[in-house]
């Protein structure tokens, strides 16, 4: 088993939709968690960063932590064809290492 | 600003060539990462360099050979490559030591080895 599991997808949804991306995780001993979109061909930009449980926001992106769960979120509000990218979780080990989801490729329809 | 800056964009070499790659950031982080990406896989972490001393190496071939010349760059220097060593070529930095751990990636630099 992973440590990280991510659907990869394909996703698709029609533009304006609120899309929902998730991943789940079997160590309980992770702390930070980022979100990162990878453009094709491009370096990974980084979304969101969250420390713990909760949820932040920034625009139309929402990160949601549930570490009783052991689950997060990422939300895309109002989704554009230029959110259309391969969208990858990724949670800091005790080395401060990041482990990663596989990604989701997104596909937002205009 | 959270720019890291990589050249070359992309680089085609023949296996015997000796090139480098490039890696620059002035965000003051003191940690610096390689990574390999391949198609449709998460990037995979090479090198790290803390406060330029290079801390963990996760078992990459001796053709790849890294540098930290100062706080601010890192170099992937390439020799004798093979073809499977085509992909992705990512550098990323992070501050040490604060409550801050996130990395900022690079654009990367697309090698094809023929």
């Known amino acids: 088993q992973k440590e990280v599991e991510q659907d990869p997808g394909p996703l698709s949804v029609p533009e304006g939709a609120i899309v929902s991306l998730n991943c789940t995780y079997s160590?309980?001993?992770?702390?930070?968690f980022m979100w990162y979109r990878q453009y094709s061909r491009k370096g990974p930009e980084l979304l969101m960063y969250t420390y713990s449980s909760g949820n932040k926001e920034d625009g139309r992106f929402t990160a949601q932590v549930d570490k009783s769960s052991k689950y997060i979120s990422l939300f895309i509000r109002d989704s554009q064809p230029s959110d259309s990218a391969t969208y990858l979780c990724a949670m800091l080990d005790s080395n401060y290492q990041l482990i990663w989801g596989a990604g989701t490729k997104l596909i937002i329809k205009p | 600003d959270t720019e890291v800056t990589q050249t070359p964009k992309h680089l085609v070499m023949g296996m015997t060539n000796k090139k480098s790659l490039k890696c620059e950031q002035h965000?003051?982080?003191?940690?610096m990462y390689w990574y390999k990406q391949k198609a449709k896989k998460p990037p995979e972490l090479m090198f790290v360099?803390?406060?330029?001393?290079?801390?963990i190496n996760e078992s990459v071939p001796s053709r790849f050979s890294p540098e930290c010349p100062n706080s601010s760059l890192l170099n992937l220097h390439l020799h004798a490559l093979q073809p499977e060593d085509s992909a992705l070529y990512l550098c990323?930095?992070?501050?040490?030591?604060?409550?801050?751990?996130?990395?900022?990636f690079g654009p990367g630099t697309r090698l094809t080895v023929t």
């Open positions: 965000m003051g982080h003191r940690a």
């Open positions: 990323a930095s992070s501050q040490v030591g604060t409550a801050s751990y996130e990395q900022y």
């Open positions: 360099y803390s406060y330029e001393k290079l801390s």
């Open positions: 160590n309980s001993a992770f702390q930070y």
